[in-house]
């Protein structure tokens, strides 16, 4: 049987033959000039005010060459095409985790893995480009390290981590993005329930189903 021309196969069966996440091509840019921390009762969850860290972690995905070296660089908006994917059929993933300080303060991530192989599962649900949650997860590690200032020793505090996985096949039309960026974010985040956690009483019915 002859052997399917490349052309035909899907980003996803393209991709493994193509260079991995390689956590050892790392590059740290580091910010010339640091923000200032925000203060501890300003740190609201998803609030303007909590603000983002100095860095960001950018990896990218091309058909042709694979994943690109990944790169620490100090936050700033990204550059996509008009034409990108995720503008128009919004192949888009993300998870939310937290680095906490622990008792002998160095930094401590909860079930980092398990947020990976979401993560993973989620982009081949997408059709997204397979990525190594592994070597991302080492990334993001990196990421922490560098950003550990911005963890703050409070208990119920923490460096809430956003790693997002877009779709950036820069054209229109109906099909699985061939191209990809994930990057990762950070911010200062405080507690939830600033004032305590409050139990609230629900109805649970059968009848009606939202989904």
């Known amino acids: 049987m002859a052997e ?4 035909t196969l899907n980003p996803t069966a393209v991709a493994h033959e193509l260079p991995g996440v390689d956590p050892s091509k790392l590059t740290i840019q580091t910010a010339e000039t640091l923000k200032p921390l925000p203060p501890h009762d300003t740190l609201i969850f998803g609030q303007p005010q909590s603000g983002s860290t100095d860095h960001m972690l ?14 620490i660089k100090p936050y700033a908006p990204l550059s996509l095409d008009p034409s990108s ?4 059929y919004a192949p888009a993933v993300f998870e939310g985790m937290k680095a906490h300080r622990g008792p002998d303060g160095r930094p401590r991530l ?5 947020n990976m192989a979401r993560m993973e599962r989620s982009a081949d649900r997408v ?68 004032t305590g956690f409050k139990p609230i009483t629900l109805m649970a019915s059968s009848n009606y189903v939202r989904a």
């Open 4 to 7: 399917p021309n490349k052309t």
């Open 58 to 71: 950018i990896i990218e995905f091309d058909p042709e060459s694979g994943w690109s070296a990944p790169v």
């Open 85 to 88: 994917s995720v503008f128009h």
């Open 110 to 114: 909860f079930r980092p893995e398990l």
């Open 127 to 194: 059709a997204l480009p397979p990525f190594d949650g592994k070597a991302v997860l080492e990334l993001i590690k990196r990421l922490v390290v560098v950003e550990d200032r911005w963890i703050p020793a409070m208990p119920g505090y923490a460096l809430y981590i956003r790693p997002t996985y877009i779709g950036t096949r820069p054209a229109i039309g109906v099909q699985a993005s061939t191209h990809g960026m994930l990057f990762v974010i950070c911010s200062s985040t405080g507690p939830y329930f600033p």
